[in-house]
């Protein structure tokens, strides 16, 4: 059974910090690892990740996926209040375009 | 349309009432999931269309969930004899064929409580 684990579940910390959660996952005929935001309902995009070692980045967001040990990493550098939601991450199989996501992390920034 | 469309936003339904989401994709996106979202929890897969065909419903979780796409644009959850368990924000997402560096869009979902 496809299984996407993230950790940790929920943090706190304050204005200025750096975040890093994790995300682990085991999906047969893996294709792409994706990151979402979820502030209130719709998820919004990220990052897609389908390269080993290649980190992508989008202002204070980075991201990196290692297919050898089945995991990916989404950091936040000084962070904001506006960084607070919930980050998801999603594996993406190769067939059918289905994504199986994991449970999340809530972040908390606090000013 | 810019974005994915669903409605109503909340709907509230008394237990062993029957449920109708709908969802409008982005146009020409040719692909339309489904997922259920039960709170604390992260979005469940439910159904894939591409264009008016059901290519994968296996994330029914029972014979009471239908959804359709009958023209390959607009697609609908319906749920019957909806139960308390059935209470969950239901999430549509478009993508065109294949998935590009964009990955999906998600509408804001369609919050269900079952009374």
């Known amino acids: 059974e496809d299984k996407v684990v993230q950790s940790p579940l929920s943090l706190v910390v304050h204005e200025g910090d750096t975040v890093t959660l994790n995300c682990s996952y085991e999906?047969?005929?893996?294709?792409?690892l994706l990151w979402y935001k979820q502030e209130k309902k719709a998820p919004t995009f990220l990052f897609m990740l389908?390269?080993?070692?290649i980190e992508k980045k989008s202002g204070r967001l980075s991201s990196i996926l290692d297919k050898k040990e089945l995991f990916s990493i989404l950091n936040i550098t000084a962070t904001q209040t506006g960084d607070s939601a919930i980050y998801l991450c999603?594996?993406?199989?190769?067939?059918?375009?289905?994504?199986?996501f994991g449970g999340g992390t809530r972040v908390l920034v606090k000013p | 349309g810019a974005g994915v469309s669903q409605s109503p936003r909340y709907k509230v339904a008394k237990r062993g009432q029957d449920v109708a989401l709908r969802c409008d994709p982005i146009?020409?996106?040719?692909?339309l999931f489904w997922y259920q979202q039960a709170l604390g929890q992260g979005p469940e897969f439910l159904t894939y269309f591409q264009n008016e065909a059901q290519l994968d419903k296996s994330g029914l979780p029972s014979d009471r969930f239908f959804a359709e796409r009958p023209e390959g644009s607009v697609s609908t959850l319906k749920i019957q004899r909806t139960q308390q368990e059935d209470s969950a924000v239901y999430l549509c997402a478009s993508s065109p064929r294949v998935a590009n560096n964009y990955g999906y869009t998600f509408g804001s979902g369609t919050r269900l409580t079952v009374v």
């Open positions: 999906v047969t005929n893996f294709r792409s």
């Open positions: 999603a594996a993406l199989k190769a067939a059918g375009n289905k994504l199986t």
């Open positions: 389908t390269s080993s070692g």
């Open positions: 146009s020409g996106h040719v692909s």
